[in-house]
């Protein structure tokens, strides 16, 4: 079954430190892999899309990485900011899902910038 | 400015009730797909829409019904709701690039079934 397996599930860092997401995919073969950013309460925020061959995408402070031979993604965040708290989700849409958008969630990090 | 709305944001009713959650995007989006959200589970697809009078079901769509008459409106049906169906629910567009293109989420609906 295919499975997005993100890890931690919540984690609590001061602002200004840096952090590292992890997502663990069992989709194969998959078209792309995106993050996300939802706001309690509110609906998830694209933050970058990989394709399959891409391994490195930007946005400001977020790096997302991907690595196809072991089936990982990592989201980085630099010099977090209170803003930055929220859950971050991992999604991968597979290769071969009928001709539309299937995406496959993950559950999500929680994460909480302090002061 | 681009978005994806949904009516209404909160709603509580009892168990039987017909209910209809509106969702409407003005990008001229081919794609809209239903959503539920649970506490430990990842977003999960109810239905999904192609184009006008183009639908089919995503991976929980018991209990659901949906219609796409017009491409800027996409519908979410609750004919008889039950209790298990209390959920925070979001719509969603996107273009037909669909590979790489950026899904739009809309603010949610979070429905309580009594």
């Known amino acids: 079954k295919n499975q997005v397996e993100q890890s931690p599930q919540s984690l609590i860092i001061l602002e200004g430190k840096n952090c590292t997401l992890q997502?663990?995919?069992?989709?194969?073969?998959?078209?792309?892999l995106r993050w996300y950013k939802q706001d309690t309460g509110r609906g998830p925020v694209s933050l970058t899309i990989?394709?399959?061959?891409?391994n490195t995408k930007s946005n400001g402070r977020y790096t997302a990485t991907l690595d196809a031979d072991t089936k990982q993604s990592s989201l980085h965040i630099t010099a977090s900011q209170l803003s930055d708290s929220a859950s971050y989700i991992c999604?991968?849409?597979?290769?071969?899902?009928?001709?539309?958008?299937?995406?496959?969630f993950g559950a999500g990090t929680r994460l909480a910038v302090h002061p | 400015e681009a978005q994806v709305t949904q009516n209404p944001r909160y709603l509580i009713t009892v168990t039987g009730k017909k209910l209809t959650v509106t969702c409407s995007q003005n990008?001229?989006?081919?794609?809209m797909s239903w959503y539920r959200q649970d506490p430990g589970l990842g977003l999960r697809q109810i239905y999904y829409?192609?184009?006008?009078?183009?639908?089919d079901k995503g991976d929980v769509p018991e209990g659901y019904k949906v219609s796409r008459k017009e491409k800027r409106n996409f519908p979410l049906i609750l004919e008889s709701p039950s209790p298990n169906q209390t959920s925070l629910y979001f719509c969603?567009?996107?273009?037909?690039?669909?590979?790489?293109?950026?899904?739009?989420f809309g603010p949610g609906t979070r429905l309580t079934v009594l």
């Open positions: 969603a567009s996107s273009g037909d690039r669909w590979s790489t293109d950026t899904q739009y």
């Open positions: 997502c663990n995919y069992t989709v194969s073969p998959f078209s792309n």
């Open positions: 990989m394709t399959f061959s891409e």
């Open positions: 999604v991968v849409s597979p290769m071969f899902s009928g001709g539309y958008n299937k995406l496959i």
């Open positions: 990008m001229n989006h081919e794609y």
């Open positions: 829409s192609m184009n006008v009078e183009v639908t």
